[in-house]
């Protein structure tokens, strides 16, 4: 049942990427001009706050990029159907890109709020070490032919990564804390004071990024099962011209 | 499963045994990765002995990196891997065999390692030397469980040499953080926090080898 849900959503997803692209303009543009005007700036952090929009919309949708290729690679190697793969990869380019985006923001704002560029804070450390994964991941495909060992090679290194991560993460909480009084100074999403309008603003934009998510995921799945088509057209090209080399006497 | 296990590492042991090129050449890199460190560390024998938790566990991670491309290129070598697989063997098996026989080589390397670079840098544990024992064991065994896997991965791929070391090292980082710092408690103290690096090792191999476990069959027959 869940299988089929969410076949027919990948069906839907490629047939409205267009349209799910056409909406999410207008909302990140409304989300930008809210970002960067309307908002108001942050007491301790001012203006420099305003990072925080596009900072966590890019992270949001890049977990949830990667999460989708766990997902997708779980019913591959479970369903055994290429189209699995197509999701898979997908959503891991579109993870990586934004992964890489949310590390390069978050440096910038982690330069003008901590005052340096990089810190070893378990939560950075584990996301740069998700991205290496995923980079690795993204590189072995482009050296494997065979679609079926990609897939299921593939597949493999997206599981064991994940169920990795959340030992990383627990390596470097230790690693920092055991030798440190914990400092992890960082502005708080959940904050309960946090000013209506950066919450109504974080909303929109977090809507937008998402929007953005599906109409590229959308996008991209049309793009791997149109790559997966063509080789299998070279290959029906090739049958009939076998035949036709065929010794004389055999026609 | 068992028999079939015990006849995989007597296989690979005995060419190991009889050819020795493999733990032969691995020793050598990891201490050449070891003297390579100190030269690029320079002279200063405390800012050596400080670091050498660190250098150690670099240059088994590296030659262990090695040690799982060569585990696996004598398997494709005239189709070894397909021939177990028809002769019916259990890829469970042949993981737990591949890991088994990794971690052995690995120990026999670090026997040699470890000590010099104890040696080389004045660092004199005493009975103490008994407490690597534990953590040697447990971050090699963790090394080869994703090793073992990855090197199957990565059999028929063409720049595996790169590849293999590119998926495998983010993977390890919690083993290598962990048997480093476990190391750097035993050598300089205090270890009273020694406990919680044992107990992370462990549960990264129990992860890791379950995992290993659960995956390696779909990947076996490519």
Redesign the interface.
Same mark, same amino acid.
């Given at each position: 049942m869940v299988r089929r849900d969410l076949w027919s959503f990948m069906v839907w997803l490629e047939r409205n990427a267009n349209r799910i692209g056409f909406a999410c303009v207008p909302i990140l543009a409304i989300g930008t001009i809210m970002a960067l005007w309307w908002s108001p700036p942050d007491v301790h952090m001012g203006q420099d706050l305003r990072l925080m929009y596009i900072h966590v919309p890019t992270i949001w949708v890049a977990y949830l990029a990667l999460t989708v290729t766990l997902g997708a690679s779980l019913m591959l190697l479970w369903k055994r159907e290429l189209r699995w793969d197509d999701l898979a990869v997908a959503s891991a380019e579109i993870g990586v890109l934004l992964t890489t985006l949310a590390i390069v923001v978050g440096a910038i704002w982690g330069k003008l709020t901590w005052g340096v560029y990089w810190t070893w804070d378990p939560r950075l450390t584990t996301t740069a070490v998700l991205v290496i994964i995923f980079a690795g991941y993204l590189l072995l495909r482009a050296l494997t032919e065979d679609s079926w060992v990609r897939a299921r090679q593939s597949a493999v290194i997206a599981i064991i990564g994940f169920v990795d991560i959340p030992v990383v993460h627990f390596s470097v909480l230790w690693w920092r804390s055991l030798h440190q009084a914990p400092t992890f100074l960082r502005p708080n999403l959940g904050d309960p004071t946090m000013d209506d309008r950066m919450e109504l603003t974080l909303i929109v934009n977090l809507v937008g990024f998402t929007l953005l998510y599906g109409f590229l995921l959308g996008r991209r799945l049309r793009l791997a099962r149109l790559q997966r088509e063509l080789e299998t057209v070279k290959w029906d090209d090739i049958v009939p011209e076998t035949s036709a080399l065929e010794p004389v006497h055999a026609r | 499963m068992m028999a079939q296990l015990m006849a995989i590492v007597r296989k690979d042991l005995l060419l190991e045994w009889r050819g020795k090129a493999n733990l032969n050449a691995l020793t050598v890199l990891a201490l050449m990765i070891v003297l390579t460190m100190s030269f690029a560390l320079g002279s200063d024998p405390t800012r050596l002995r400080l670091t050498a938790p660190a250098v150690v566990w670099v240059a088994i991670v590296f030659a262990a990196v090695l040690a799982f491309v060569r585990a696996y290129q004598m398997e494709s070598e005239n189709r070894c891997f397909e021939g177990m697989l028809l002769a019916g063997a259990d890829p469970r098996a042949i993981y737990l065999a591949k890991l088994a026989v990794a971690a052995l080589t690995m120990l026999v390397l670090e026997v040699v390692v470890i000590p010099t670079i104890l040696l080389l840098d004045g660092i004199a544990l005493g009975p103490r030397i008994w407490g690597l024992l534990p953590i040697a064991v447990l971050g090699t065994a963790g090394l080869s469980a #994703?090793g073992s896997?990855?090197g199957r991965? !990565?059999m =028929? +791929? $063409? =720049?595996r040499e790169v590849?293999l070391p /590119? /998926?495998v090292?983010? #993977?390890v #980082?919690?083993i290598v953080?962990?048997a480093a $710092?476990a190391s750097d408690l035993l050598f300089h103290g205090p270890a009273g926090?020694l406990g919680?690096?044992v107990g992370?090792l462990v +549960? =990264?191999d129990v #992860? /890791?080898v379950t995992?290993?476990l659960l !995956?390696y069959e779909?990947?076996a027959e490519?």
């Open positions: - | #994703v896997l990855y991965l !990565t =028929a +791929v $063409r =720049a590849m /590119l /998926l090292l983010p #993977v #980082v919690p953080l962990a $710092r926090q919680t690096w992370l +549960v =990264a #992860v /890791l995992a290993g !995956t779909s990947i490519d």
